[in-house]
Every structure is written in structure tokens, then in C-alpha cells.
């Protein structure tokens, strides 16, 4: 499997808002989040992506990319890293990463049965925002998410909405520029979805 160029999540604020923040993010987030599993190769893929925070993953022309980030746990958690194309996508770069846990949309948000140290492929649409919604300043916010890769950091659920607490790289800042390095903390309020966003949760398989 080899990870391709991805267009990565873009988060931007309401205009005239302090621009010190680094980022807008959604409103009335969990109280808890379940950041551990007793699943082996889950816990496994969580400690190459805590060991590797703020370093640039990845071999070759695909180094700091961010299905790099995925494939380069896999390959730590010594899970399988090959699987056969998804026959429900046109995109062959909508990546398979595991076994399928759930697949999110719009109309079916419930992540009760993703743990961390799963894995996600996101397909939003090419135009518009993939998330919307109040902000925690008071505002809203809107991310783009085109296509990206990702690992579940933390799962959570507020009284409106399940969320999930992501690592990733190779995702821009506010003011647009890309960073390519392991990040951790980037939050999804899946109930913010717009439509034609998709996003897979794959699981690790052994070898």
C-alpha cells in the first residue's frame, strides 16, 4: 500500500476572531474521552503515534503524507498492511487499513463501536466544508476534509454527538499551511458532518 498525496484537513475561524488561536474547534466537547483499549494492536498503534508526535513519518517521495502516519503504525503494530481495494468507491485512494468497524456518514454517526488505535479513511466533498457548526468561541467553524488519513486517538460522546479525538499529519493550520509531522488532539464533532462526507474505521489485523 502506498499512500498518496493527500488533501488534508483545513480548519478555519469566523473573520476578525483572535487570531492567536491556532485553530477553531467545535463546540461542548465530551467531559470523558476513552483514550485506551485492551485490544493489542490498537494499543500498539497508539504508541507509535505518541512516540513519533512532532516528527515527520514515512518513507521515500510519501515521507510526512498522511496515510504515511497510518502505514507506518501498521507496520509497527506488526499488523497487516495490504488489503484489497473497497469495490464501493470509484477512488482508489480511499485506503483500507483493517478490518471495516463502521463506516460514518451524515445520516449514521454512531461511533459506539470505534476504540482508539483504530484507523480512518475520510472522503469529503471536493467543494465545500466537510464539517460545520458553532465553534467553542462563540462562533462556528467549517473544516474541508477531501481526503485524509488518520488514527483514533480518543472516542468520546457529548449529550448531542459522538466525537472522535484524532493523530494525524500532514494537516494545515489556520493560516493555511500545511504541517508535515505527527499531531495529536484534532477533534471531529461527527454530528457536524455535511453531506457527502464519508468517513471508514478500519481495525488492525494481525499478519
Given at each position: 500500500?502506498?499512500?498518496?498525496?493527500?488533501?488534508?484537513?483545513?480548519?478555519?475561524?469566523?473573520?476578525?476572531?483572535?487570531?492567536?488561536?491556532?485553530?477553531?474547534?467545535?463546540?461542548?466537547?465530551?467531559?470523558?474521552?476513552?483514550?485506551?483499549?485492551?485490544?493489542?494492536?490498537?494499543?500498539?498503534?497508539?504508541?507509535?503515534?505518541?512516540?513519533?508526535?512532532?516528527?515527520?513519518?514515512?518513507?521515500?517521495p510519501?515521507?510526512?503524507?498522511?496515510?504515511?502516519?497510518?502505514?507506518?503504525?501498521?507496520?509497527?503494530?506488526?499488523?497487516?498492511?495490504?488489503?484489497?481495494?473497497?469495490?464501493?468507491?470509484?477512488?482508489?485512494?480511499?485506503?483500507?487499513?483493517?478490518?471495516?468497524?463502521?463506516?460514518?456518514?451524515?445520516?449514521?454517526?454512531?461511533?459506539?463501536?470505534?476504540?482508539?488505535?483504530?484507523?480512518?479513511?475520510?472522503?469529503?466533498?471536493?467543494?465545500?466544508?466537510?464539517?460545520?457548526?458553532?465553534?467553542?468561541?462563540?462562533?462556528?467553524?467549517?473544516?474541508?476534509?477531501?481526503?485524509?488519513?488518520?488514527?483514533?486517538?480518543?472516542?468520546?460522546?457529548?449529550?448531542?454527538?459522538?466525537?472522535?479525538m484524532?493523530?494525524?499529519?500532514?494537516?494545515?493550520?489556520?493560516?493555511?499551511?500545511?504541517?508535515?509531522?505527527?499531531?495529536?488532539?484534532?477533534?471531529?464533532?461527527?454530528?457536524?458532518?455535511?453531506?457527502?462526507?464519508?468517513i471508514?474505521?478500519?481495525?488492525?489485523?494481525?499478519?
Amino acid at each position: 500500500m502506498l499512500p498518496a498525496i493527500c488533501l488534508c484537513l483545513i480548519v478555519l475561524g469566523p473573520a476578525g476572531a483572535d487570531e492567536d488561536r491556532p485553530q477553531f474547534v467545535p463546540a461542548d466537547p465530551p467531559e470523558k474521552w476513552t483514550r485506551t483499549t485492551t485490544l493489542p494492536l490498537n494499543t500498539r498503534v497508539l504508541k507509535y503515534c505518541q512516540d513519533n508526535l512532532g516528527k515527520t513519518v514515512g518513507t521515500g517521495p510519501y515521507r510526512g503524507e498522511c496515510a504515511a502516519l497510518n502505514e507506518q503504525a501498521l507496520l509497527y503494530a506488526r499488523a497487516r498492511t495490504a488489503f484489497p481495494p473497497r469495490k464501493d468507491t470509484p477512488n482508489s485512494d480511499d485506503y483500507v487499513f483493517g478490518k471495516l468497524v463502521c463506516t460514518l456518514t451524515p445520516k449514521d454517526h454512531d461511533a459506539g463501536k470505534v476504540q482508539p488505535g483504530d484507523l480512518l479513511q475520510a472522503r469529503g466533498p471536493a467543494k465545500g466544508p466537510s464539517f460545520k457548526g458553532k465553534s467553542d468561541n462563540g462562533g462556528s467553524y467549517f473544516s474541508s476534509l477531501p481526503h485524509h488519513s488518520g488514527v483514533v486517538q480518543a472516542v468520546g460522546k457529548s449529550a448531542d454527538s459522538w466525537w472522535l479525538m484524532t493523530y494525524d499529519q500532514n494537516i494545515a493550520n489556520s493560516s493555511g499551511k500545511l504541517e508535515r509531522w505527527v499531531h495529536q488532539g484534532q477533534k471531529m464533532k461527527l454530528k457536524d458532518m455535511q453531506t457527502g462526507v464519508t468517513i471508514w474505521v478500519y481495525r488492525p489485523i494481525a499478519k
